[in-house]
C-alpha cells in the first residue's frame, strides 16, 4: 500500500515544507549509531568532523541547531572489547558511561575547529515526564542556544533503567524538537530514506519521497532496528509523528553523504520527507501529548469519545466507565474507548481512587460522594490532547 501523498492541490504541500525548512530557525539533528561508530569499527573520527562542519555552517547562516547524537554505548561496547552490544541494563550503563567520554570528546574538537562551544545535556525520561524539570530544561536548552552553544544532548544511560529510558534516540530527538519549539527534525541513518518495502529483502524497493506523518500506511514499511541502535525505521516514523505535534517537519536521510544538510537548507531533501499538516499544540498539550508514560488510564463510553472528538469538550466523571492504574491529581492518564483505542490524554484533576467513586455520575454529585466540591472536569478540555 502506497503513502498518501503529502496534500494535494496545485500547490503541493511537501513542495512548500522544502522551501520553509530553507529558512528553516531552529533544527534539531539526530545522528546513529551506525553512522557515528562506523556500524561498531568505533567512532567515525572523519564524519563527525564532516558533520561538525555542515552544523556549523548552518550556525553561521543564522539558524539554532541542536545536536542528539547516539554512539555512547557502541563506542563503550568498542572501548571495553566486547563482541557485542549487551543486554543486561548495568552492562549497558558501565558502556554508556565509557563511551560518553570518547564521544564527547569527540564533538568538542569537532565544533572547536570552528570556533563553536558544546554543552552536554543528558535527559531521562523523568527529565521531561515531571512539568517542573520539563520547563527546566527548555530553559536551559533555550538559554544555551541564545550564547551560540551547539547542545549536544543524548539518552542519559549511565543511570537510566528499563522504566525511565526514552527507547531510542530517534524518539529523544522528537522530544527535543517539541521542547524547543524547532522547525525542523532531522534524522541522518545509514539509509537514503524510508523505502515501501524492506530493502534488505527487496533491494528495488521505491523510497517514499514524501508522505504525511500521520500516514498509516507508514507503518507496514517500517522496519525494526539494527545490531547496534534501539531505533529503526519504525522508531522514526514514531519521531516524525510527535515532533509533528509541534508542527515540525521531519527529514530521514542518509547521513553518509557529504552536503545533506545544505542541501535541505536550500530546499532539496533527497530522502524521505515527513511532512506535519498539525497545528502546532500550544506549550502545556504539547507537553501532555509528549508523554510516553501515563499513570493509569480510563475507559470512556460512546457519549464521551463523541464530546471529546467531535465538540472539543472536557471529559466529566459520568462518561467514565472504569479506571485503572494508580495516579494522583496532576498527572497524566490515558482515555480509551470500549474497544481499548486511544482516544486522548490528559491531566486528571482526582486521583485514581476519587475517579472511581466518582466515575458514571453526574458532576453536580462530586461534592457528596468525595466530601468535597473539587472541579466538576474529570480533564478539563485545556489540559486534554487528542489522539
Not at 503513502?3 to 530553507?22: C, H, K, M, N, Q
Not at 470500549?338 to 484533576?349: K, Q, T, W
Request: hydrophobic share 45%.
Amino acid at each position: 500500500m502506497s503513502p498518501e501523498p503529502a496534500a494535494a492541490g496545485s500547490e503541493d504541500r511537501s513542495a512548500s515544507v522544502r522551501r520553509a525548512l530553507a529558512g528553516a530557525r531552529r533544527w534539531v539533528v539526530k545522528i546513529g549509531s551506525a553512522l557515528l561508530t562506523g556500524d561498531g569499527r568505533g567512532l567515525d573520527g572523519a564524519g563527525i568532523a564532516r558533520w561538525a562542519g555542515e552544523l556549523a555552517a548552518l550556525r553561521r547562516a543564522g539558524a539554532e541547531v541542536v545536536l542528539v547524537s547516539s554512539g555512547a554505548v557502541a563506542e563503550g561496547v568498542v572501548r571495553l572489547g566486547l563482541a557485542r552490544r549487551p543486554e543486561s541494563i548495568h552492562e549497558l550503563q558501565a558502556a554508556a558511561a565509557v563511551g560518553q567520554m570518547g564521544l564527547i570528546q569527540a564533538w568538542e574538537t569537532a565544533f572547536a575547529r570552528h570556533g563553536l562551544h558544546t554543552a552536554l545535556v543528558l535527559l531521562t525520561h523523568d527529565d521531561l515526564a515531571d512539568r517542573a524539570r520539563y520547563l527546566n530544561a527548555r530553559s536551559t536548552l533555550r538559554t544555551l542556544l541564545g550564547h551560540g552553544v551547539v547542545p549536544v544532548v543524548n539518552e542519559n544511560d549511565t543511570v537510566a533503567t528499563e522504566e525511565i529510558r526514552f527507547g531510542d534516540n530517534d524518539t529523544l530527538a522528537a522530544l527535543v524538537t517539541n521542547l524547543v519549539e524547532a522547525d525542523a527534525l532531522v534524522l541522518l541513518t545509514d539509509q537514503d530514506g524510508l523505502r515501501e518495502r524492506d530493502p534488505r529483502q527487496d533491494p528495488s524497493a521505491p523510497r517514499v519521497d514524501a508522505a504525511r506523518a500521520g500516514d498509516p500506511a507508514l507503518d507496514a514499511m517500517a522496519g525494526t532496528g539494527g545490531r547496534l541502535g534501539r531505533g529503526g525505521m519504525a522508531t522514526k516514523v514514531r519521531a516524525a509523528r510527535l515532533a509533528a505535534r509541534s508542527g515540525a517537519s521531519t527529514c530521514i536521510l542518509d547521513g553518509r553523504r557529504a552536503g545533506i544538510l545544505a542541501a535541505v537548507a536550500e530546499g532539496t531533501v533527497d530522502g524521505t520527507l515527513l511532512v506535519a499538516e498539525e497545528a502546532r499544540l500550544a506549550a502545556r498539550k504539547r507537553w501532555i501529548a509528549g508523554q510516553l508514560q501515563t499513570r493509569g488510564t480510563l475507559v470512556i463510553d460512546a457519549g464521551a469519545v463523541e464530546v471529546l472528538r467531535e465538540r472539543g469538550r472536557s471529559l466529566l466523571p459520568v462518561g467514565v466507565r472504569a479506571v485503572h492504574g494508580r495516579f494522583a491529581r496532576g498527572e497524566v492518564v490515558v482515555c480509551v474507548d470500549e474497544a481499548g483505542r486511544e482516544i486522548a490524554r490528559g491531566l486528571v484533576n482526582y486521583s485514581s481512587e476519587e475517579t472511581e467513586r466518582i466515575r458514571g455520575q453526574a458532576s453536580g454529585r462530586i461534592g457528596e460522594l468525595l466530601g468535597y466540591a473539587g472541579e466538576p472536569e474529570l480533564i478539563h478540555r485545556d489540559d486534554l490532547v487528542l489522539a
